[in-house]
């Protein structure tokens, strides 16, 4: 935790900053407040529960939702790694599903910190306007990334149902190249 005046670490259970002497009272609720800010959508979930189902339903459009675009662009290009990628793919998603939550929580304390120590002395309405840009969610680019995957999955769908009728089409000659 850091004082919001001066941005000095705060021993846990003191009163006052050691630093500036600002009284302390009420901050544990305000950064619980401002956690709680960051996070937006199903807080308590994330601070009681430690299984994340949707990480293991929708990993990659979660991801996105989330804004942690890192793992997104880890979990979009491991199915194309040569033999081990699918594999490792659903092993991580297992992983994330049990360690996502408390994974996010403390990157949200530390973008939380990071916040308030170059923003010192600012008021809180306008600390927490800057959490809540920096956390929430981003529900478009999940579904935009949802529908792109629908699309391509269809346009698959239709091309290998036109090779096969294609396929089917060829004169008995054709089949006797092959078989
Ligand atoms: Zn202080």
Redesign the pocket.
Known sequence: MI?N??G?NIVEGDKF?R??G?SLKGENNFDEELLRVYVGKNYDKFVSRKFNVYMLMYPNAYMLYRKSYKYFIILLVLPFVPLIGIMVYFVLTFILAFSFNEMYLNEARDAINGIKQRNLGISSDALKELVANKGGTNLVAAIIYSLIVICLSLLMLVAFYYVLWWLLRMPVSFWNVWI
């Open positions: 004082c005046n001066c000095n900053c630093n500036c600002m």
